[in-house]
Structures are given as C-alpha cells and as structure tokens.
T-cell receptor, first 114, second 113 residues
Framework: NAGVTQTPKFQVLKTGQSMTLQCAQDMNHNSMYWYRQDPGMGLRLIYYSASEGTTDKGEVPNGYNVSRLNKREFSLRLESAAPSQTSVYFC?????????????FGQGTRLTVV | GENVEQHPSTLSVQEGDSAVIKCTYSDSASNYFPWYKQELGKGPQLIIDIRSNVGEKKDQRIAVTLNKTAKHFSLHITETQPEDSAVYFCAASKGSGYSTLTFGKGTMLLVSP
C-alpha cells in the first residue's frame, strides 16, 4: 500500500504564479488534511475535509483553496503565490471515528516562492 | 481553540541515556494525545498515543504519561540510540469522531554515540 502520496515533492514558483498540490490516499479514510510546516512553528492546519464534498478552514487558510475531488483525493491550490507561502506542505488522512483517529502523513512538498 | 506548548525545543543526550519531552494543552475537552516522530526529509509518523481514560502507556523503550488534572503529558524514551535522533511532535485533539489535531512546535532530539 502506498498510503498517502503527494505530488510534486519539490517546486519553485515565482511570486504571483499559481499551482496545485496533489494528494491521494489509498486507505479508504474519511478525513483528509493539509498542513504547512515552518521552522520553529510546528505543523499548522490549513484546510481539512471530513468527507467527500465538505471542506473547512483550519488555522492558516488565507491564500489557499482546496478541493475534495473524491474520497481518495484532496488538492491544495495557491492562486497567487507569495514568498510567505514558502514552506513544506504535508497532506494527511485519518479514519476519524471514535477510538481510531491516527493521522497518516505523506512525504511532503517543499515549495519555494521567489 | 486548543493550544499545545512543547518543551524543550532541542534536547541533546548521550546514547543510553533517557530523554523526556513535555507538553501542555489548554482545552479540557481534548482526550486524544498522539506523539509523532519526523525524520529528516520525511513526513511525521505516529509512534505512540494515549487517551484520557489512561494515565500511562508503554511500548518497548517509549512511554507516554498523561495528567488530565494538570493538562500535561510527556514522552519518555529510555536507552536512547542514535536512530532515535529526529524531531518529535506532541498533539492533542478531542479524538471522538471528526476532529483535528493541534500540534506542539516540536523537539529536535539528538542522540550522540
């Protein structure tokens, strides 16, 4: 099983460019998440999705949009990239039911905005 | 919302020593507390978790303790090895049905041979 797969692994953007980060999970999980990781800041939640067709804002949603395309896929879009969005982005998924809330993470996408 | 504080930010130990990382949380409704290990260039991976109906949980060399009254929980690693070197994150959530994790800022553990 692949688990959680993110593409691309690395990306360099110019300020103002747009791009979509892709995430897919093959564990039949209900919930999916996008986090960003910055030095000394831990993991901060950008957006999450409890099920297909639903999305909610997390702690740092400004400048991002998401789409829960189906149960497997959850994409993150930067419409107009800014240097402040330089970060490592992690997608995660979880079953999210009582007694079973372990989150599984992808390998990350390292994004640099110049 | 939930706020999780984690200390220390860096921890250096000699191989064979014990390491302790501490976290506090603010939301008394939180009842699920996982610990994640992140190796360089990889995503975080769950190493142990504890729920609020349990005070301590062990898995070989690692253990987690929880004090609900004081709202703090700790990760204990005994007989540390160089391969334990990584960044460790604590987190908290309400853990019942649909919920999200709030993470601490992480602890970089370095185990020297």
């Amino acid at each position: 099983n692949a688990g959680v797969t993110q593409t691309p692994k690395f990306q360099v953007l110019k300020t103002g460019q747009s791009m979509t980060l892709q995430c897919a999970q093959d564990m039949n999980h209900n919930s999916m998440y996008w986090y960003r990781q910055d030095p000394g800041m831990g993991l901060r939640l950008i957006y999450y999705s409890a099920s297909e067709g639903t999305t909610d804002k997390g702690e740092v949603p400004n400048g991002y949009n998401v789409s829960r395309l189906n149960k497997r896929e959850f994409s993150l879009r930067l419409e107009s990239a800014a240097p402040s969005q330089t970060s490592v982005y992690f997608c995660a998924s979880s079953v999210d039911r009582v007694g079973d809330t372990e989150a599984f993470f992808g390998q990350g996408t390292r994004l640099t905005v110049v | 919302g939930e706020n999780v504080e984690q200390h220390p930010s860096t921890l250096s130990v000699q191989e064979g020593d014990s390491a302790v990382i501490k976290c506090t949380y603010s939301d008394s409704a939180s009842n699920y507390f996982p610990w994640y290990k992140q190796e360089l260039g990889k995503g975080p991976q769950l190493i142990i978790d504890i729920r609020s109906n349990v005070g301590e949980k062990k898995d070989q060399r690692i253990a987690v303790t929880l004090n609900k009254t004081a709202k703090h929980f700790s990760l204990h690693i005994t007989e540390t090895q160089p391969e334990d070197s990584a960044v460790y994150f604590c987190a908290a959530s309400k853990g019942s049905g649909y919920s999200t994790l709030t993470f601490g800022k992480g602890t970089m553990l370095l185990v020297s041979p």
